[in-house]
């Protein structure tokens, strides 16, 4: 399992973001403090409180494509565990 923290700042995003998630065949989630959603569904990512970064799960031995493209959307201060 994967987990880094990224920020979602706009609408393109979040529609970038998704659109990356569904196009992998393992589990992806997005968390807060309260709250865990499926990354691959637009409404449940806009649900959350964007204007704080939200930690991403990977749930899968091998998503170094995915981490990849995650870095577009990291928080200058945050690095990939």
């Known amino acids: 399992m994967y987990t880094t923290k990224i920020m979602l ?12 998630a569904n196009q992998c065949d393992y589990d992806i989630n997005l968390t807060n403090e309260k709250y ?24 899968a031995d091998h998503a170094d ?9 990291q928080p200058a201060s945050e690095e990939n565990k």
């Open 9 to 20: 700042s706009s609408i393109d995003d979040v529609r970038n973001f998704v659109n990356f």
């Open 36 to 59: 865990k959603i499926d990354a691959k569904s637009i409404m449940g990512v806009f649900s959350l409180d964007l204007s704080k970064p939200v930690t991403v799960e990977i749930d």
């Open 65 to 73: 494509t995915f981490m990849e493209k995650l870095k577009a959307f």
